[in-house]
Protein backbone atom coordinates (compact mmCIF):
# COMPACT_ATOMS: atom_id res chain seq x y z
CA UNK A 1 0.00 0.00 0.00
CA UNK A 2 1.38 3.62 -1.12
CA UNK A 3 1.18 6.28 1.16
CA UNK A 4 -1.35 8.03 -1.84
CA UNK A 5 -3.44 4.81 -1.08
CA UNK A 6 -3.52 5.49 3.15
CA UNK A 7 -6.60 7.68 2.76
CA UNK A 8 -8.88 4.82 3.34
CA UNK A 9 -6.82 3.81 7.11
CA UNK A 10 -7.40 7.48 7.96
CA UNK A 11 -11.08 7.49 7.72
CA UNK A 12 -11.19 4.68 9.64
CA UNK A 13 -9.14 5.64 12.11
CA UNK A 14 -11.15 8.98 12.43
CA UNK A 15 -14.52 6.68 12.39
CA UNK A 16 -13.28 4.54 15.21
CA UNK A 17 -11.81 6.68 17.56
CA UNK A 18 -15.15 8.59 17.41
CA UNK A 19 -16.84 5.48 18.52
CA UNK A 20 -13.89 4.03 20.43
CA UNK A 21 -11.54 5.95 21.40
CA UNK A 22 -10.81 7.11 25.08
CA UNK A 23 -11.78 10.39 25.15
CA UNK A 24 -12.70 10.95 28.78
CA UNK A 25 -8.85 10.08 29.57
CA UNK A 26 -8.22 13.62 32.00
CA UNK A 27 -5.30 14.91 30.33
CA UNK A 28 -7.53 14.39 26.70
CA UNK A 29 -9.85 17.24 28.32
CA UNK A 30 -7.15 19.50 29.39
CA UNK A 31 -5.60 21.89 27.64
CA UNK A 32 -2.61 22.20 30.01
CA UNK A 33 0.77 21.90 29.32
CA UNK A 34 2.19 20.77 31.83
CA UNK A 35 -1.04 18.19 32.71
CA UNK A 36 -0.48 16.67 29.20
CA UNK A 37 3.76 16.39 29.77
CA UNK A 38 2.78 14.86 33.17
CA UNK A 39 0.79 12.23 31.74
CA UNK A 40 3.76 11.52 28.96
CA UNK A 41 5.83 11.10 31.66
CA UNK A 42 4.08 9.04 34.12
CA UNK A 43 2.76 6.77 31.50
CA UNK A 44 6.33 5.74 30.51
CA UNK A 45 6.73 2.05 31.63
CA UNK A 46 3.28 2.39 33.51
CA UNK A 47 -0.28 1.57 32.78
CA UNK A 48 -3.02 3.91 32.05
CA UNK A 49 -4.96 2.55 35.21
CA UNK A 50 -2.27 2.72 37.85
CA UNK A 51 -1.57 6.20 36.70
CA UNK A 52 -5.35 7.54 37.16
CA UNK A 53 -6.11 5.33 40.02
CA UNK A 54 -3.10 5.88 42.29
CA UNK A 55 -0.47 9.15 41.03
CA UNK A 56 -2.14 11.45 38.17
CA UNK A 57 -4.92 13.37 40.83
CA UNK A 58 -2.62 13.12 43.65
CA UNK A 59 0.28 14.55 42.16
CA UNK A 60 -1.75 18.03 40.35
CA UNK A 61 -3.20 18.11 44.12
CA UNK A 62 0.08 18.50 45.12
CA UNK A 63 1.54 20.34 42.97
CA UNK A 64 -1.15 22.34 40.38
CA UNK A 65 1.36 23.86 37.90
CA UNK A 66 4.84 23.29 36.70
CA UNK A 67 6.10 25.57 38.57
CA UNK A 68 4.67 24.29 41.55
CA UNK A 69 7.54 21.40 40.83
CA UNK A 70 9.91 23.96 40.15
CA UNK A 71 9.88 25.33 43.38
CA UNK A 72 9.21 21.78 45.33
CA UNK A 73 12.69 20.64 46.95
CA UNK A 74 13.48 17.05 45.02
CA UNK A 75 12.39 15.06 47.76
CA UNK A 76 8.74 16.57 47.79
CA UNK A 77 8.49 15.43 44.43
CA UNK A 78 9.91 11.95 44.75
CA UNK A 79 7.59 10.97 47.93
CA UNK A 80 4.78 12.12 45.46
CA UNK A 81 6.05 10.12 43.12
CA UNK A 82 6.61 6.59 45.68
CA UNK A 83 5.21 3.84 44.69
CA UNK A 84 5.42 4.67 40.46
CA UNK A 85 8.62 3.27 40.21
CA UNK A 86 11.65 4.34 37.50
CA UNK A 87 12.70 7.10 39.63
CA UNK A 88 14.68 8.77 36.61
CA UNK A 89 10.90 9.99 35.59
CA UNK A 90 10.75 12.12 38.54
CA UNK A 91 13.96 14.09 38.97
CA UNK A 92 13.88 14.44 35.46
CA UNK A 93 10.15 16.24 35.65
CA UNK A 94 12.13 18.44 38.60
CA UNK A 95 14.85 19.10 36.50
CA UNK A 96 12.54 19.91 33.53
CA UNK A 97 10.15 22.17 35.67
CA UNK A 98 13.73 24.14 37.23
CA UNK A 99 15.27 24.61 33.35
CA UNK A 100 11.88 26.00 32.09
CA UNK A 101 11.09 28.53 35.42
CA UNK A 102 7.52 26.52 35.17
CA UNK A 103 6.41 26.91 31.30
CA UNK A 104 7.71 24.28 28.86
CA UNK A 105 8.64 25.49 25.31
CA UNK A 106 6.43 24.72 22.64
CA UNK A 107 7.89 22.69 20.15
CA UNK A 108 9.36 19.29 19.77
CA UNK A 109 12.93 20.77 18.77
CA UNK A 110 13.05 22.32 22.03
CA UNK A 111 11.20 20.13 24.50
CA UNK A 112 13.72 17.36 23.12
CA UNK A 113 16.59 19.03 24.55
CA UNK A 114 15.24 18.97 28.20
CA UNK A 115 15.93 16.31 30.70
CA UNK A 116 14.08 12.64 30.43
CA UNK A 117 12.50 14.08 27.55
CA UNK A 118 13.12 11.84 24.46
CA UNK A 119 11.54 12.04 20.57
CA UNK A 120 8.63 10.59 20.68
CA UNK A 121 7.69 12.86 23.99
CA UNK A 122 8.09 15.47 22.94
CA UNK A 123 6.64 14.64 19.53
CA UNK A 124 3.82 13.74 21.98
CA UNK A 125 3.37 16.99 23.77
CA UNK A 126 3.95 19.34 20.56
CA UNK A 127 1.46 17.40 19.29
CA UNK A 128 -1.32 17.33 22.41
CA UNK A 129 -0.34 20.66 23.79
CA UNK A 130 0.48 22.92 20.91
CA UNK A 131 -0.69 21.61 17.64
CA UNK A 132 2.45 20.56 16.60
CA UNK A 133 1.41 17.97 14.05
CA UNK A 134 4.24 15.06 14.30
CA UNK A 135 4.09 11.32 14.67
CA UNK A 136 4.79 9.00 18.01
CA UNK A 137 6.18 6.17 18.42
CA UNK A 138 5.59 4.38 21.73
CA UNK A 139 5.28 0.66 22.65
CA UNK A 140 1.66 0.79 20.92
CA UNK A 141 2.67 2.37 18.20
CA UNK A 142 5.73 0.24 17.38
CA UNK A 143 3.32 -2.68 17.98
CA UNK A 144 1.33 -1.73 15.18
CA UNK A 145 3.90 -0.39 12.35
CA UNK A 146 5.92 -3.89 12.80
CA UNK A 147 2.38 -5.65 11.82
CA UNK A 148 1.20 -3.14 9.49
CA UNK A 149 4.39 -2.82 7.49
CA UNK A 150 5.26 -7.13 8.39
CA UNK A 151 8.33 -5.73 9.84
CA UNK A 152 10.10 -8.22 11.73
CA UNK A 153 13.60 -6.35 12.64
CA UNK A 154 13.56 -3.72 15.97
CA UNK A 155 15.00 -0.82 14.59
CA UNK A 156 13.77 2.92 15.22
CA UNK A 157 15.44 5.00 12.66
CA UNK A 158 13.17 2.37 10.31
CA UNK A 159 10.40 2.78 12.84
CA UNK A 160 10.22 6.47 12.38
CA UNK A 161 10.83 6.36 8.55
CA UNK A 162 7.46 4.39 8.47
CA UNK A 163 5.65 6.40 11.37
CA UNK A 164 6.20 9.37 8.75
CA UNK A 165 4.88 7.34 5.94
CA UNK A 166 1.42 6.07 7.72
CA UNK A 167 1.11 9.40 9.79
CA UNK A 168 -2.09 11.91 9.10
CA UNK A 169 -0.75 15.22 9.17
CA UNK A 170 -4.21 16.80 8.52
CA UNK A 171 -5.34 15.14 11.80
CA UNK A 172 -2.15 14.75 13.98
CA UNK A 173 -3.76 14.58 17.17
CA UNK A 174 -6.90 12.09 16.43
CA UNK A 175 -4.13 9.59 14.56
CA UNK A 176 -1.75 9.87 17.46
CA UNK A 177 -4.56 9.60 19.84
CA UNK A 178 -5.69 6.40 17.92
CA UNK A 179 -2.52 4.94 17.42
CA UNK A 180 -1.99 4.86 21.23
CA UNK A 181 -5.58 3.60 21.36
CA UNK A 182 -5.58 0.51 19.23
CA UNK A 183 -2.23 -0.53 20.08
CA UNK A 184 -3.56 -0.78 24.12
CA UNK A 185 -6.96 -2.29 23.01
CA UNK A 186 -6.83 -4.12 19.64
CA UNK A 187 -3.45 -4.90 18.31
CA UNK A 188 -2.12 -5.99 21.89
CA UNK A 189 0.97 -7.70 22.35
CA UNK A 190 -0.57 -11.41 22.63
CA UNK A 191 -3.74 -11.63 21.51
CA UNK A 192 -4.65 -9.14 18.60
CA UNK A 193 -8.36 -8.45 17.52
CA UNK A 194 -7.52 -7.96 13.59
CA UNK A 195 -11.48 -8.74 12.77
CA UNK A 196 -11.73 -4.72 14.28
CA UNK A 197 -9.12 -3.07 13.56
CA UNK A 198 -9.14 0.06 10.99
CA UNK A 199 -5.64 -0.91 10.19
CA UNK A 200 -7.01 -4.40 9.23
CA UNK A 201 -7.90 -3.90 5.20
CA UNK A 202 -4.26 -2.72 4.94
CA UNK A 203 -2.07 -4.83 7.17
CA UNK A 204 0.38 -6.87 5.91
CA UNK A 205 0.70 -9.05 8.44
CA UNK A 206 -2.48 -9.84 9.40
CA UNK A 207 -2.08 -13.69 8.91
CA UNK A 208 -0.01 -13.85 11.29
CA UNK A 209 0.45 -10.80 13.62
CA UNK A 210 2.11 -12.50 16.24
CA UNK A 211 5.21 -12.65 13.96
CA UNK A 212 6.26 -9.37 14.06
CA UNK A 213 8.01 -8.28 15.22
CA UNK A 214 10.37 -10.58 16.39
CA UNK A 215 10.86 -12.08 19.69
CA UNK A 216 13.29 -10.75 22.18
CA UNK A 217 15.53 -13.47 23.18
CA UNK A 218 14.56 -13.64 26.86
CA UNK A 219 17.64 -13.48 29.09
CA UNK A 220 17.06 -14.34 33.11
CA UNK A 221 17.23 -11.88 35.52
CA UNK A 222 20.79 -11.72 37.59
CA UNK A 223 20.23 -11.90 41.14
CA UNK A 224 21.55 -10.08 43.74
CA UNK A 225 21.95 -11.59 47.48
CA UNK A 226 22.12 -8.72 49.89
CA UNK A 227 21.55 -8.46 53.65
CA UNK A 228 19.36 -5.59 54.61
CA UNK A 229 20.77 -3.72 57.72
CA UNK A 230 18.21 -1.87 59.54
CA UNK A 231 20.16 0.20 62.03
CA UNK A 232 18.58 1.25 65.35
CA UNK A 233 18.82 3.37 68.50
CA UNK A 234 15.81 4.03 70.81
CA UNK A 235 13.18 3.22 68.75
CA UNK A 236 14.61 5.62 66.00
CA UNK A 237 16.00 3.80 62.87
CA UNK A 238 18.92 4.91 60.43
CA UNK A 239 18.20 5.47 56.78
CA UNK A 240 20.34 7.49 54.03
CA UNK A 241 20.17 8.66 51.09
CA UNK A 242 20.61 7.02 47.56
CA UNK A 243 22.97 8.13 45.32
CA UNK A 244 22.87 5.16 42.72
CA UNK A 245 21.55 5.87 39.36
CA UNK A 246 18.78 3.29 39.39
CA UNK A 247 17.16 5.12 42.91
CA UNK A 248 19.25 8.39 43.65
CA UNK A 249 17.37 10.52 46.30
CA UNK A 250 15.30 8.03 47.44
CA UNK A 251 16.11 7.11 51.45
CA UNK A 252 17.38 3.19 52.18
CA UNK A 253 18.55 1.03 54.61
CA UNK A 254 22.04 -0.12 54.48
CA UNK A 255 22.81 -2.70 51.96
CA UNK A 256 26.04 -5.23 52.45
CA UNK A 257 26.85 -8.17 49.93
CA UNK A 258 28.06 -10.08 53.90
CA UNK A 259 27.11 -9.77 57.51
CA UNK A 260 28.01 -11.07 60.61
CA UNK A 261 24.67 -12.26 61.51
CA UNK A 262 25.66 -13.96 65.13
CA UNK A 263 26.28 -10.93 66.40
CA UNK A 264 24.32 -10.73 70.15
CA UNK A 265 22.70 -7.47 68.67
CA UNK A 266 21.51 -8.84 65.22
CA UNK A 267 17.81 -9.82 65.00
CA UNK A 268 17.09 -11.83 61.47
CA UNK A 269 13.64 -10.23 60.56
CA UNK A 270 13.00 -12.41 57.63
CA UNK A 271 13.64 -12.39 53.82
CA UNK A 272 11.87 -11.02 50.32
CA UNK A 273 12.42 -11.02 46.68
CA UNK A 274 11.93 -7.66 45.10
CA UNK A 275 12.28 -7.29 40.77
CA UNK A 276 13.48 -4.75 39.11
CA UNK A 277 14.06 -4.54 35.73
CA UNK A 278 17.10 -6.06 34.95
CA UNK A 279 17.69 -7.94 38.20
CA UNK A 280 16.27 -9.91 41.19
CA UNK A 281 16.87 -8.55 44.96
CA UNK A 282 16.97 -11.37 46.76
CA UNK A 283 17.20 -9.85 50.41
CA UNK A 284 17.76 -11.06 54.34
CA UNK A 285 16.64 -8.42 56.66
CA UNK A 286 18.35 -7.46 59.73
CA UNK A 287 17.88 -5.43 62.89
CA UNK A 288 20.98 -4.60 64.63
CA UNK A 289 21.00 -2.15 67.69
CA UNK A 290 23.60 0.46 67.72
CA UNK A 291 24.06 3.78 67.75
CA UNK A 292 26.68 5.17 65.57
CA UNK A 293 27.12 9.12 65.52
CA UNK A 294 27.36 9.07 61.81
CA UNK A 295 24.42 7.24 60.83
CA UNK A 296 21.15 9.83 60.60
CA UNK A 297 18.09 8.33 62.67
CA UNK A 298 14.28 8.85 61.94
CA UNK A 299 11.28 8.03 63.79
CA UNK A 300 8.28 5.29 62.17
CA UNK A 301 6.49 8.90 61.97
CA UNK A 302 9.34 10.66 60.51
CA UNK A 303 9.99 7.79 57.81
CA UNK A 304 6.33 8.26 56.43
CA UNK A 305 7.14 11.77 55.14
CA UNK A 306 10.63 10.48 53.14
CA UNK A 307 10.58 8.89 50.10
CA UNK A 308 11.67 4.93 50.27
CA UNK A 309 11.73 2.38 47.35
CA UNK A 310 9.74 -0.54 46.95
CA UNK A 311 12.36 -2.83 48.42
CA UNK A 312 12.67 -0.83 51.62
CA UNK A 313 9.00 -0.49 51.83
CA UNK A 314 9.22 -4.04 52.26
CA UNK A 315 12.10 -4.09 54.91
CA UNK A 316 10.55 -1.50 56.77
CA UNK A 317 6.71 -3.81 56.95
CA UNK A 318 8.89 -6.82 58.43
CA UNK A 319 10.41 -4.05 60.99
CA UNK A 320 6.44 -2.98 61.69
CA UNK A 321 5.58 -6.77 62.12
CA UNK A 322 8.48 -7.36 64.49
CA UNK A 323 7.89 -4.56 66.38
CA UNK A 324 3.98 -5.09 67.21
Known amino acids: MQKTTYTEIHSNILSWYKEHGRVTLPWRNSSSAYEIYLSEIMLQQTQVKTVLERFYFQFLEKFPTLKDVANAPVDD ?21 QATKGKLPSTALELEKLSGIG ?6 VACFAFGESLPILDANVKRILHRFFALKERNDKTLWELAYRLFDQNNAYIYNQSMMDIGSLICKHKKPNCSVCPFESGCQGKANPLLYPEKKVKKSKPVRKRFMVIYHHNDLYALSQNETKLLGGLWAFEQVESFNTKEKNVTQLGDFVHHYTHFRLDATVLLVNENNKKREYFSFEQIENLALSGADRKALALLKGYIS
Open 119 to 124: KSTAHA
Open 77 to 97: ILKAWEGLGYYTRARNLHKTA
